[in-house]
Structures are given as structure tokens and as C-alpha cells.
């Protein structure tokens, strides 16, 4: 597609349950990051995708965060037993190449995620 | 600990004022470094970068500045317009490596 499409938009779910959120990569995009944002902090990054594998996963915050891959095409990060501090916009990029952190890099629109 | 620092969280100006957005890195390792506008429920969107072998880049209204030995770049807008009412967001990275390190953004307000 044209950019990169972020699912839902929003997002409202009660503490406990398993959430999963979609991002769809601009096409021929090979690298895929997910960040995220909380109330008043600045993006975080959560974890890079070349292709269909994850080198570094170390900005996922606990086990219960996990991403998948298929392929160089979508990307699901799912988070299990939600708690309240996981509310926040979860933010996709992609860009051509995992190469300098910004250079080329298209954001989606996010998903606003709302633990209640 | 941040490594990328915002210090003013707003900012308000007279619409054809300049505008300027600072920012404050401890990594002297960074030596790539990013400003993004965000509007409200999208994503952040490049607006321009630096590396670190210039002091120096220019991009129509968009100046970006950076003083290396001050760990130090600002952002300046001129003339600032209502439409550039959004949050900017500095970020950083170095090498090869592909995390951005963000700062925590600044809300500026273009009057008209």
C-alpha cells in the first residue's frame, strides 16, 4: 500500500485479556519496527523485524509481549493478560532496509490501546 | 535514563515568528539525529536530519542545527505558520544500528 496501516485504531479492553494488534508495512519494505508511546513519554522502542525475523527483541517489556512476521508482509504484536500500564499508541514504521535508526523510516498511524 | 531530551513540554508563537524547538542528547555516540511533527492521532512524519559532520542543514522554513561539544540541536521555523501547530519530536541514532532514541516531544502552538 501507500503507507503503512496500523489495526484497530483504537483499541479498549479490559485488565486480563490478550490483545493483538496489526500493522500492515509499506510494500517491499524489509525492516519492520514496532514502538510505542505512553502518556507524556517519548517513543520507546519495542522490537525490529528484517524480514520474517526479530534480531533484537529487547525493547519488549515483559513476556507477555510477543511479534510475529509473515514474511516481509504484516506484523501482529500481541499482548497477553493486559495490565493498565499497557495502555498506550503502538506505533509501526518500515523501511527499506534495517539500516541508520530513522533513515527512511514511515510510521502508521498507531493504535491507541486503552487498558480498563 | 533519557538520552534524548525536550526540556520545554510546549512552546506558543506569533504566526510569521520564528520558532525554536531544542534538544539535549547525552550519547555522544549518536551521530544521526531527527526531527518528526506529529498531528494529533497520526503518526510521527520526518521533517528533516543532521548527521553529525555537519553543524548545519536547511530544508525551505526548516533549519536544523547541531553543537556537537554542547551535545545540543535545536530546531528553528521561519516564518512559523498555524499549520505547523503540532508535536516535534527529536530523535537519535548512531552507526549502523537501527533504534531511534526519541526525546519526549514539544507542543508548539503557531497564533495567528
Known amino acids: 500500500g501507500a503507507g503503512v496501516s496500523q489495526s484497530p485504531s483504537n483499541k479498549v479492553t479490559e485488565k486480563g485479556k490478550d490483545v493483538e494488534l496489526r500493522c500492515d508495512p509499506i510494500?517491499?519494505?524489509?525492516?519492520l519496527y514496532w514502538y510505542r508511546q505512553r502518556l507524556g513519554q517519548g517513543l520507546e522502542f519495542l522490537i525490529y523485524f528484517q524480514g520474517n525475523s526479530a534480531p533484537d527483541k529487547s525493547g519488549l517489556p515483559s513476556d507477555r509481549f510477543s511479534a510475529e512476521r509473515t514474511g516481509e508482509s504484516v506484523s501482529t504484536l500481541t499482548i497477553q493478560r493486559t495490565q493498565q500500564e499497557d495502555s498506550a499508541v503502538y506505533l509501526c514504521?518500515?523501511?527499506?532496509?534495517?539500516?541508520?535508526?530513522?533513515?527512511?523510516?514511515?510510521f502508521g498511524s498507531g493504535t491507541r490501546l486503552t487498558v480498563v | 535514563d533519557q538520552q534524548v531530551k525536550q526540556n520545554s513540554p510546549s512552546l506558543s508563537v506569533q504566526e510569521g515568528r520564528i520558532s525554536i524547538l531544542n534538544c539535549d542528547y547525552t550519547?555522544?555516540?549518536?551521530?544521526?539525529f531527527l526531527w518528526y511533527k506529529k498531528y494529533p492521532a497520526e503518526g510521527p512524519t520526518f521533517l528533516i536530519s543532521i548527521s553529525s559532520i555537519k553543524d548545519k542543514n536547511e530544508d525551505g522554513r526548516f533549519t536544523v542545527f547541531l553543537n556537537k561539544s554542547a551535545k545540543h540541536l535545536s530546531l528553528h521555523i521561519v516564518p512559523s505558520q498555524p499549520g505547523d501547530s503540532a508535536v516535534y519530536f527529536c530523535?537519535?541514532?548512531?552507526?549502523?544500528?537501527?533504534?531511534?532514541?526519541f526525546g519526549k516531544g514539544t507542543l508548539l502552538t503557531v497564533n495567528p
Open positions: 514504521a518500515s523501511s527499506l532496509g534495517g539500516t541508520r535508526g530513522g533513515y527512511g523510516y514511515t
Open positions: 530523535a537519535a541514532s548512531y552507526g549502523s544500528n537501527y533504534k531511534l532514541t
Open positions: 510494500s517491499g519494505h524489509t525492516a
Open positions: 550519547n555522544s555516540m549518536f551521530d544521526y
